[in-house]
């Protein structure tokens, strides 16, 4: 099992840049892939970026380079940058962690940009 917590998330206006972190704790030597989702009302949950455990990462092709995603070497924390932001970006954003054992989530944290 792997526990994990979000940051960083708030109000910002349109234009404007937020950097949200997930702190992880548990079995974090079993993680293979973290990532950032994101929820906005009435929508389907959807893959932000992820980073793989090579470094190699992914992103979704909506965002045109906006966001970036890191982490730290010993996989205990991984940060989303995200920079020209819109209200298309307003959403419950969440991290997440897989393992062979399968994903793992985090409580989820309100990002909300006004225009």
């Known amino acids: 099992q792997v526990q994990l917590v979000e940051s960083g998330g708030g109000l910002v206006q349109a234009g404007g840049s937020l950097r949200l972190s997930c702190a992880a704790s548990?079995?974090?030597?079993?993680?293979?892939?973290m990532a950032w989702y994101r929820q906005a009302p009435g929508a389907q949950r959807e893959l932000v970026a992820a980073?793989?455990?090579?470094?190699?990462?992914k992103y979704a092709d909506s965002l045109q380079g906006r966001f970036t995603i890191s982490r730290d070497r010993i996989k205990s924390s991984w940060s989303l940058q995200m920079i020209s932001l819109n209200s298309e970006d307003t959403a419950v954003y969440y991290c997440?962690?897989?393992?062979?054992?399968?994903?793992?989530w985090g409580q989820g944290t309100q990002v909300t940009v006004s225009s």
């Open positions: 548990g079995r974090i030597g079993d993680i293979t892939v």
């Open positions: 997440s962690a897989t393992t062979p054992w399968g994903k793992n």
């Open positions: 980073i793989y455990v090579s470094g190699l990462t």
